[in-house]
């Protein structure tokens, strides 16, 4: 495979090289506004996913919710926005490393000012 992105890049050049600003909002992350999908202020909104009746994923945790949000958008679709329109190849793109660091960092965007950027 060749990845989009290791993980070894900054987080905002990671988000960028991946595409995921085009249809993202994301706190922190210069010029990432998109409107396509939800704001990806996971800390804030990933509980509420995981307690929604409608969720059918096997995530325990917000961390495990976003990285089966980017590996199989499918599995579950946030209301009101669309299915089958996130991308479903990030699984062959992004490296082990970068999920992690991705879902790192949206899990710790709650409805806070945003974190210092890493
Ligand atoms: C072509 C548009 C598009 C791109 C590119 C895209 N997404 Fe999405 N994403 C969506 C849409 C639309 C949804 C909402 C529907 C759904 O749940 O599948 C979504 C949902 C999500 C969710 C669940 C959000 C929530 O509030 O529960 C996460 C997490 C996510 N995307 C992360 C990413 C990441 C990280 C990237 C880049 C690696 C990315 N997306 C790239 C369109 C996109």
Redesign the pocket.
Known sequence: MVPLVTGEEPLPQL?TR???P???TIPGIPGAEGR???T?A?GA??PT?LADPRYRGRAKSVHEY?IE??LN??V???PG???R???PW?GQK?SAAALDK?ALY?ESLGSQPSPARR
């Open positions: 988000f991946a595409g995921c085009v249809c993202h396509v999908g939800p990806l996971l909104t990933g996913r976003v949000s980017i958008p499918g579950y679709v946030v926005y669309p299915d329109t996130m991308p990030y992004l991705i949206l």
